[in-house]
């Protein structure tokens, strides 16, 4: 009779460790926190004046058609 092994010690066979894929998925998360907090701010400079975009190297064109972007596109 064969005797499984405990958790800690079986293969992984190919699998990742649960930690790779918390890292992962938190590492998502943080980069469309960014996202959002860059469109939301290129809004606020639009609203404020193209002279802002300037600032940064924008024009209005662009900078609307980055704020608009779906947040899970980069």
Same mark, same amino acid.
């Given at each position: 009779?064969?005797?499984?092994?405990?958790?800690?010690?079986?293969?992984? *066979?190919? #699998?990742?460790?649960?930690?790779? /894929? $918390? &890292?992962?998925?938190?590492?998502? @998360? %943080?980069?469309?926190?960014?996202?959002? *907090?860059? #469109?939301?701010?290129?809004?606020? /400079? $639009? &609203?404020?004046?193209?002279?802002? @975009? %300037?600032?940064?190297?924008?024009?209005?064109?662009?900078?609307?058609?980055?704020?608009?972007?779906?947040?899970?596109?980069?």
């Amino acid at each position: 009779m064969s005797r499984a092994l405990p958790l800690h010690v079986v293969p992984s *066979q190919g #699998r990742r460790p649960v930690t790779t /894929l $918390l &890292r992962k998925i938190d590492a998502g @998360l %943080a980069e469309l926190r960014r996202r959002r *907090q860059r #469109r939301a701010e290129l809004r606020r /400079l $639009l &609203r404020i004046g193209p002279h802002m @975009l %300037a600032d940064v190297g924008m024009d209005s064109a662009t900078a609307l058609a980055e704020s608009r972007k779906p947040l899970w596109r980069a």
